[in-house]
């Protein structure tokens, strides 16, 4: 049985699930249900955080149901109108969903893996009860999580999930790292992180389809077109000089990445790792419908992804540039 600190219930994150399997451990937390910690032999995988530190930036939560932002809150679904709390005041925006402060429960647990589940309460700007479940597990292949969501309304439900892992590569810095992002466009957005048009990526400062150094490059960018392989899977890969490198892939429910580089985080946080993040929709789909998610009446909606640390042999490794 995966470990439980009992003693953890104060604590900001809440209850403390700790999964470990052939030198991969992860902790996965009570409050939003997301990962506090990965690491792999004894190395961190993700910028993760304390125990007793209350979530910062995002790291490791679940956004659903929907990622990113909805402007103003509002949007129209099957003729009618909604107005969602306004979560990002500043800005005017409604962001990252309703779950990632809820308080999660464990489903099942086992020594390396353990399910936690949410149930989702209809709101005035979100109707919809959804069961939402999610499976975190470690082995040889690294970290895997699997998500479901389960409409147990009575109409058809809009629907988004966004993960928000910061991978990190202690000791390499930031502007070193080399970042490879299967993606043909990216958005462009306004003052508040909004979209308002998009662009192809080919030749341009935002063309990472070939592995290129981030140098000084600010990113808080949602990339689209996103290419899959064979086997239905995007991946995208974070690399230091050194030849150690963090592949994160998403299966084809997953049709865009945002890449966040940190530089609007403060203290020791700035621009320490990079945040990777598989979205099923990109910012403002409850608006554009844009790879929106419909959940029928009593259907369930799965996707899954995926963090793998290894190495690759930097003799053979070349940058395409800055």
Not at 116 to 129: F, H, S
């Amino acid at each position: 049985m995966a470990s439980i600190d009992s003693s953890s219930v104060a604590l900001p994150s809440g209850t403390q699930w700790q999964i470990a399997s052939q030198g991969h451990t992860a902790v996965i937390v009570e409050v939003g249900g997301g990962l506090r910690t990965y690491t792999a032999d004894g190395e961190d995988v993700v910028d993760g955080y304390p125990a007793d530190s209350l979530c910062p930036g995002g790291a490791g939560q679940a956004l659903q149901p929907w990622p990113n932002r909805i402007r103003d809150g509002r949007y129209t679904f099957e003729g009618t109108e909604y107005q969602l709390s306004l979560s990002e005041p500043a800005t005017h925006n409604a962001i990252h969903g309703l779950t990632r402060w809820a308080r999660w429960h464990a489903v099942d647990v086992a020594p390396d893996a353990v399910t936690v589940g949410l149930d989702i309460a209809p709101e005035p700007g979100y109707p919809w009860p959804l069961r939402l479940r999610t499976r975190w597990s470690v082995g040889a292949e690294g970290l895997h999580v699997e998500h479901e969501a389960t409409n147990h309304g009575g109409t058809t439900a809009p629907y988004g999930l966004g993960l928000h892992p910061y991978l990190f590569l202690p000791g390499a810095s930031v502007d070193d790292l080399e970042l490879t992002l299967p993606a043909h466009s990216r958005l462009l957005v306004d003052g508040r992180l909004l979209p308002i048009g998009a662009a192809k990526v080919a030749g341009d400062a935002y063309d990472f389809t070939s592995p290129r150094r981030l140098g000084q490059a600010t990113l808080d960018t949602a990339f689209g077109d996103v290419e899959h392989d064979d086997d239905g899977r995007s991946t995208v890969v974070l690399a230091a000089p050194d030849g150690r490198t963090r592949s994160i892939w998403a299966d084809g429910t997953f049709h865009w990445w945002q890449v966040f580089t940190g530089d609007s985080l403060h203290g020791e946080r700035h621009r320490r790792s990079v945040a990777i993040e598989p979205m099923t929709c990109p910012p403002d789909a409850f608006r554009s419908g844009r790879d929106m998610v419909v959940i029928k009446p009593g259907d369930t909606w799965r996707g899954a992804w995926g963090i793998r640390p290894g190495h690759r042999d930097t003799t053979t490794a070349a940058s395409a540039g800055e």
